[in-house]
């Protein structure tokens, strides 16, 4: 069964302050990897899909990375505007995707 | 572009009551098209999804039933709600690109 686990539940930051959300991830065969931002009370939003080790992605101030067993999304200086909960998923062999439970970010201006 | 919706935003229903929840998506084909719940500090639970029309794949074994009667429509049902049934409601698409694409989502309570 694919598992994801996301760290740390929670993270406050200072306006500026760099950071990382780690997500660890176990899957038969990983088809892609996926990051997603969601504000209170809204659907989630796409970010980012990885595919293979090694590969990066980025947008803004964020960068998503992946390895065989984990995938990190750097924030670099955060705004206010940055604070959301970051959720990850993997697909697998079939059409599903299992998401981790988020991680809740907050930058303090 | 492709757009998707969902109705209601928010819904307060008495247990045992009926419910029906639709989404749809504008600007795609034959889309996959998923159901979650969210419940309060928990991940995203898949009930459903769909390939194409008629075509319906159960997650979870719970008081609720999908259909999907048209290409780019996806209907979530129940004939009687439970107190349980509480959460909010995400509907997804996703293509050959494989990302998955979430609607604004319906909050619903059951008194």
């Known amino acids: 069964e694919d598992q994801v686990t996301q760290s740390p539940e929670a993270l406050r930051l200072q306006e500026g302050e760099s950071s990382s959300l780690n997500c660890s991830y176990t899957?038969?065969?990983?088809?892609?990897l996926f990051w997603y931002r969601q504000d209170p009370g809204k659907g989630p939003e796409f970010l980012f899909t990885?595919?293979?080790a090694g590969e990066e992605k980025e947008k803004e101030r964020l960068k998503a990375t992946l390895t065989k067993k984990e995938s990190f999304l750097h924030i670099t200086a955060p705004k206010p505007e940055d604070s959301a909960t970051y959720l990850c998923?993997?697909?697998?062999?079939?059409?599903?995707?299992?998401f981790g439970t988020g991680t809740r970010l907050t930058i303090i201006p | 572009s492709q757009t998707i919706h969902q109705w209601p935003a928010t819904l307060v229903q008495p247990v045992g009551s009926p419910l029906s929840l639709e989404c749809t998506v504008e600007?795609?084909?034959?889309?996959?098209l998923y159901w979650y719940r969210q419940a309060a500090g928990r991940g995203l639970q898949l009930l459903f999804y769909?390939?194409?029309?008629?075509?319906i794949s159960s997650e979870v074994p719970q008081n609720l039933s999908a259909s999907r009667p048209q290409d780019r429509q996806f209907i979530l049902s129940s004939k009687k709600l439970l107190l349980s049934d509480s959460g909010f409601y995400l509907c997804?698409?996703?293509?050959?690109?494989?990302?998955?694409?979430f609607g604004p989502g319906t909050r619903l309570t059951v008194l």
């Open positions: 997804a698409w996703s293509s050959a690109a494989r990302a998955q694409y």
């Open positions: 899957v038969s065969g990983l088809r892609g």
């Open positions: 990885l595919y293979s």
């Open positions: 998923a993997v697909q697998g062999a079939g059409e599903k995707l299992t």
């Open positions: 600007g795609t084909s034959n889309p996959n």
């Open positions: 769909s390939v194409g029309i008629g075509q």
